[in-house]
């Protein structure tokens, strides 16, 4: 036999041994203990360790970090925040190194309320072109002048623009003058500058710049939870995208208030339902918006606001944490009371990084299924709860299948409120 063949023998006995050790019990065993360990002061997770005698060692740690292998298994239990880690062995031989890092305990309030929203933009919103109507055909200044439906104008002849009344007084000026407006616009986050003149409408002699423009939205959503001792929230769990543009609102400021469910449009395949609502009658600012990102709305309550299920802070699980299995969603399907349904968390994404769309859950409430088919417009934002903790919140509907949906980690959606799930910001109690 010559070499080339014993080497492929060799070769080939060496990639069948591989896959046997990968599909070994003790190797998948061995696979399933991460590198890393996030928790929460006070609790504990656990590893089966049937096939691997495997030892844990944790020096310096008898305060932070409890291990113990009891039962064919490993647990490690947090007992007070901090960074340590920890080393397994088999036979006194170490074999992997896991970082082990207790967080401090975070308990925010789950939320379920109907909110209305109100959204004032950054300068004034390009939402389509109008065609003046010249003695030389029509014509429309803003498109010759290079501007975008989705384009913000924030600025003209060098002040600042934040209303659509703050226009008029630049085009009647520029009209009288003939000279062109010098615009300041905001396009995807990046600014530039260019020249307007405006024309002169032949019926009403107004001058016009020939632009569809809006300053503020309007619409409703649901809270999704807040934090009684910064008093800061989030809600929502997705953008708010203006609904000509589609694209995202860049907020200046915005409020939001009580609202109460009026009716709903039960959904069904390919035609997704919606809640009715209205706001408050006195319309009433109970916080302010200062964000609008791809994982909600957020800002600080300036009023109290309460659900009467949750009157105490819970617990918040990471995304890792998350399970497959029965859960509990809150929402408003009648007048403003907020209410508990069961749905079934399909399938969960332990993302490690902030995304959207981290899991697909869906309704199994016999009577949330009768009243709205599932899940409507108006839901988002709803909280989903866990076990006894916030898990996320309800974002999207699946337009052929109103009963299931996407939802967002509450990982993400606290970070982004400014909430530091990592220990950095004074805990609730």
Not at 54 to 83: F, R, T, W
Not at 264 to 283: H, V
Not at 402 to 427: C, F, R
């Amino acid at each position: 036999m010559n070499t080339e063949a014993i080497r492929k023998i060799v070769g080939v006995f060496l990639l069948i041994s591989l896959i046997l050790i990968g599909m070994s019990k003790p190797m998948k065993e061995y696979l399933q203990i991460p590198k890393q360990i996030m928790l929460f002061e006070g609790e504990a997770v656990r590893f089966p360790i049937v096939a691997l005698p495997v030892q844990a060692m944790v020096k310096d740690a008898p305060k932070s970090i409890e291990v113990y292998e009891q039962n064919h298994s490993l647990s490690v239990k947090a007992k007070q925040s901090g960074e340590k880690k920890m080393v397994l062995e088999v036979a006194g031989m170490p074999i992997k190194q896991v970082d082990v890092k207790v967080l401090p305990t975070l308990k925010v309030i789950p939320g379920g309320q109907s909110i209305g929203v109100k959204l004032n933009t950054v300068g004034v919103l390009v939402v389509g072109y109008h065609l003046v109507e010249t003695e030389k055909g029509k014509k429309s200044p803003g498109e010759i002048a290079g501007i975008q439906v989705g384009d913000i104008i924030t600025g003209i002849n060098g002040k600042k623009i934040e209303k659509m009344s703050d226009l008029s007084p630049f085009i009647e000026e520029a009209g009288k003058t003939g000279k062109p407006l010098h615009l300041q616009v905001l396009r995807d986050q990046h600014s530039f500058t260019t020249k307007l003149v405006p024309l002169k409408d032949k019926h009403d002699h107004a001058y016009r710049i020939g632009l569809y423009i809006r300053d503020s939205a309007a619409g409703i959503g649901t809270m999704t939870f807040y934090d009684p001792v910064s008093k800061k929230y989030g809600a929502l769990g997705h953008v708010i995208s203006d609904m000509d543009t589609k694209k995202p609102i860049v907020v200046q400021n915005g409020q939001i208030m009580r609202s109460t469910v009026t009716s709903i449009e039960k959904g069904s395949s390919g035609n997704p339902g919606e809640k009715l609502a209205r706001f408050s009658e006195d319309e009433e600012v109970i916080g302010n918006i200062t964000e609008n990102s791809p994982f909600g709305i957020f800002g600080t309550l300036t009023k109290p606001v309460e659900n009467r299920i949750f009157t105490k802070p819970i617990p918040v699980a990471l995304a890792n944490q998350v399970k497959e299995g029965p859960a509990k969603m809150l929402t408003v399907v009648e007048d403003d009371k907020v209410e508990q349904f069961d749905i079934e968390i399909v399938s969960t994404i332990p993302q490690k990084f902030p995304a959207t769309k981290g899991l697909v859950i869906r309704v199994t409430d016999p009577r949330l299924l009768k009243k709205t088919g599932g899940i409507v417009q108006g839901m988002s934002g709803s909280p989903i709860i866990q076990n006894g903790k916030l898990v996320g919140a309800v974002t999207h509907v699946f337009v052929n299948d109103p009963t299931s949906g996407y939802g967002v980690h509450i990982e993400w959606m606290l970070n982004e409120a400014g909430i530091d799930i990592y220990g950095k910001q004074k805990k609730a109690s």
